[in-house]
């Protein structure tokens, strides 16, 4: 699905409850990337990783059918769950695919005509993360995959989203894991997949 025309389906009319716990947020985010971004390339990465956040998250709380869920299908909602809560499932999810994106560090650095360090302030920025979504980065998700790869790093984010809005009795064993970690590898290579297209037309992307 393109991104225009996933814009187009998601926030052409008000969808609840959807909109009220998924949808307006993605909405803000591409309004904050496009207002920040400074190339084509920059709004669309962002765009992109903010969708991929929307489908994932979306999906798996049964509010819309974009995604494969495999294992994850069986997730149960936890009854009352409020917007701040969908909002902390997001920025997590949004999070993972972030230390996902380091694997292609150098070539989305350059892409984007930034330091690490530029690009994510501007990530926290684009995504309006709080304090405590910056605590979960650094002490959850940053040390689980330095210290077991990815699939610490998917542990721990579907650890966190599980206690953010699933049931506490809800299983996130092998299978769910690995269900998870289909959805990011697929999310990181999209990214991949829009670096090499770059590469192979260089004029592509670098008009506003």
Known sequence: MSILKFLHDAFASTKEPYDRYVGRH???????????AKTKEQKRIWFSSAISA???????????????????????LRPG????????????YLSGLLL???TCKEE??????MTELEFLQAWQSVFEYDEEDKAVFDNDLVPAFRDRGIDGLVSAVGELI???LFLPETPFGKEACTSLQDLMISDLAALKRHLEKRKENPAEGNRK
């Open 26 to 36: 993605t909405q803000r985010f591409c309004a904050n990337a496009a207002r920040r």
């Open 54 to 76: 929307d489908e994932v998250i979306a999906t798996l709380a049964g509010l819309e059918k974009r995604r494969s869920l495999g294992a994850l299908a069986d997730w149960q």
């Open 81 to 92: 769950v409020d917007s701040k809560s969908y909002l902390k499932a997001l920025r997590t």
């Open 100 to 102: 996902l994106y380091g």
């Open 108 to 113: 989305l650095l350059a892409r984007f005509g």
């Open 162 to 164: 599980r206690d953010a």
